[in-house]
């Protein structure tokens, strides 16, 4: 991939915890890279690294006890220029610039991102006072009132001086996508951004944010549990498994032929309109992150674990265009 397609390009990122009773590995060796005008989906069960991934990219893992241990996080500019995101102290003056700038995130519940005692449009109006050389009052106010149009919002000249608790749910996450986008960023980070949302309204959001995403040629990176929303708006997906990558490939040949057991665990037990096939549930749970098994994370859980699953951790196998981490693979590497 060539840098003038590539928005965000991670190598090997490792981000870890101290704790108590020892270091926790919550993203633990994880690669991957986005072009621009395309969406990566990143789907995992709660506690496979899937947020943490996201907060090292904008480098907000929580400190003291957060760390990236390793890796590297490659932004490209415009420009094709680039930086070493990990290089950065998380509280520079080069952060604050990309934060909101360059990448924005929208989270999963919109009112614990919103200040309940600020109006809707000062809170946009700030964000675009950070990063834009808007001067004038009065332009100010213009810009966050085409910013709330823009994302469908209805009478927005009267909405931009009402507060969150005035909003509906779909409406304050449209809000936070106005916020977000403010300030025309390359790189959109949605971290599970509509599972509060019923399913019409998350429907209604999924459309708005394509279409915003092709009218600002904007990249998105879009963090679910949710297969669904992955097949509506994903290029490409990524499954995370305890801090992992362990499958990824386009979205249409992750649907069509999973390779990883876990990523055909989680198609299974996903309820399919119209179907009258009976859900299979994964078995057991997430394992804990400091008391991983010897060698795959996944053995305890998995229908096809043989005895080399038991001692040694896989390694990535390519087969076709997909990467699967998985020792069902390795017979098939070696006739390729």
């Not at 496979?48 to 490209?76: D, H, Q």
């Not at 963090?223 to 499954?239: F, S, Y």
């Amino acid at each position: 991939m060539s840098s003038s397609n590539c928005v965000i390009d991670v190598k090997n990122l490792q981000t870890f915890f101290n704790t108590e009773n020892g270091v926790v590995k919550a993203v633990n060796g994880v690669s991957f890279s986005i072009e621009k005008g395309k969406t990566l989906g990143i789907v995992g069960e709660s506690g496979c690294g899937k947020s943490m991934t996201s907060m090292s990219l904008m480098n907000l893992v929580p400190r003291p006890k957060g760390f990236i241990a390793g890796g590297e996080i490659n932004y490209f500019y415009e420009d094709g220029s680039k930086i070493d995101i990990t290089e950065y102290d998380h509280d520079s003056e080069k952060m604050r610039k990309i934060r909101g700038n360059e990448m924005a995130m929208i989270f999963q519940e919109p009112m614990t991102s919103l200040n309940p005692v600020y109006t809707v449009g000062d809170q946009i109006i700030e964000a675009i006072k950070l990063h834009q050389n808007y001067k004038n009052k009065d332009e100010l106010r213009e810009r966050a009132v085409k910013m709330l149009k823009k994302v469908g919002i209805s009478a927005p000249e009267n909405r931009v001086d009402e507060y969150p608790h005035e909003f509906s749910g779909g409406m304050r996450q449209r809000a936070m996508i106005a916020m977000a986008l403010s300030c025309n960023p390359r790189l959109l980070i949605a971290d599970e951004p509509t599972t509060a949302l019923d399913v019409t309204v998350e429907a209604q959001i999924i459309n708005l944010m394509g279409e915003l995403q092709k009218d600002m040629d904007m990249s998105i990176m879009f963090i679910t549990h949710d297969l669904g929303v992955i097949g509506d708006i994903a290029d490409e997906v990524m499954v995370m498994y305890t801090g992992k990558v362990v499958e990824k490939s386009d979205t249409k040949s992750l649907f069509s032929n999973p390779k990883h057991p876990y990523t055909r665990g989680l198609l299974n037990s996903r309820p399919v309109i119209g179907s009258k096939k009976r859900l299979e549930p994964i078995e057991g749970s997430v394992p804990d992150l400091l008391h991983l098994p010897e060698g795959c994370d996944f053995y305890d859980r998995c229908p096809k674990a043989m005895e080399i699953c038991k001692n040694e951790d896989p390694p990535v196998f390519e087969v076709e265009d997909c990467k699967v981490k998985c020792w069902l693979y390795r017979e098939e590497e070696k006739a390729s």
